[in-house]
């Protein structure tokens, strides 16, 4: 099985998705590692990416979403995943594949992301992103909110893990 933990920048995709992991024994793995060098740079920039630029890092991402299913690998994926188009294209199996959203309001990511410093997401991209999020019609939803020990048993319980 593949969970695929999405979210805007700052929702915390990249420590819940490796806590999941953790305890469920799975593989992790993060999307933003699949992204071009180009694409790291644009966004270091405070530079929006547009579909083209994504483009490279979603077929990048959906073959190894394909290999890994091939393989009947478990693995949680932190992943963006912001628009519904991109969701089809890399939740290939349904039936082997489950998403989870961490959903927070606008302010407190803004926060989170003027608290962090080592990574290339610049807190100016967090409105771009909002503006092109399509919140998924199907799917785990989880207030990010809540402490992330809760939000990893919340989606536990939720996937019957």
Same mark, same amino acid.
């Given at each position: 099985?593949?969970?695929?933990?999405?979210?805007?920048?700052?929702?915390?995709?990249?420590? %819940?998705?490796?806590? &999941? @992991?953790?305890?469920?024994?799975?593989?992790?793995?993060? @999307?933003?590692?699949?992204? !071009? #060098?180009?694409?790291? *740079?644009?966004?270091?920039?405070?530079? !929006?990416? +547009?579909?083209?630029?994504? @483009? #490279?890092?979603?077929?990048?991402?959906?073959?190894?979403?394909?290999?890994?299913?091939? *393989?009947?690998?478990?693995?949680? &994926?932190?992943?963006?995943?912001?628009?519904?188009?991109?969701? +089809?294209?890399?939740?290939?199996?349904?039936?082997?594949?489950?998403?989870?959203?961490?959903?927070? /309001?606008? +302010?407190?990511?803004? /926060?989170?992301?003027?608290?962090?410093?080592?990574?290339?997401?610049?807190?100016? &991209? &967090?409105? /771009?992103?909002?503006?092109?999020? *399509? +919140? !998924?019609?199907?799917?785990?939803?989880?207030? %990010?909110?809540? #402490?992330?020990?809760? %939000?990893?048993?919340?989606?536990?319980?939720?996937?019957?893990?």
């Amino acid at each position: 099985m593949i969970v695929l933990v999405m979210g805007v920048a700052g929702s915390g995709k990249t420590t %819940i998705a490796k806590m &999941l @992991a953790d305890s469920l024994g799975w593989e992790f793995s993060d @999307a933003d590692s699949f992204h !071009p #060098p180009a694409n790291v *740079e644009k966004m270091s920039q405070g530079i !929006p990416l +547009e579909d083209a630029d994504r @483009a #490279p890092w979603l077929q990048a991402l959906q073959a190894t979403i394909e290999r890994w299913l091939r *393989e009947k690998k478990n693995v949680v &994926l932190a992943c963006s995943a912001l628009k519904a188009a991109y969701r +089809e294209r890399l939740c290939c199996d349904k039936s082997r594949m489950q998403l989870v959203y961490l959903k927070g /309001s606008f +302010e407190l990511l803004q /926060s989170r992301l003027a608290q962090r410093s080592d990574h290339f997401m610049k807190q100016n &991209l &967090l409105q /771009s992103q909002f503006d092109i999020l *399509e +919140e !998924p019609a199907e799917g785990i939803y989880v207030d %990010i909110l809540l #402490p992330p020990k809760v %939000i990893v048993q919340q989606i536990r319980v939720n996937l019957g893990l």
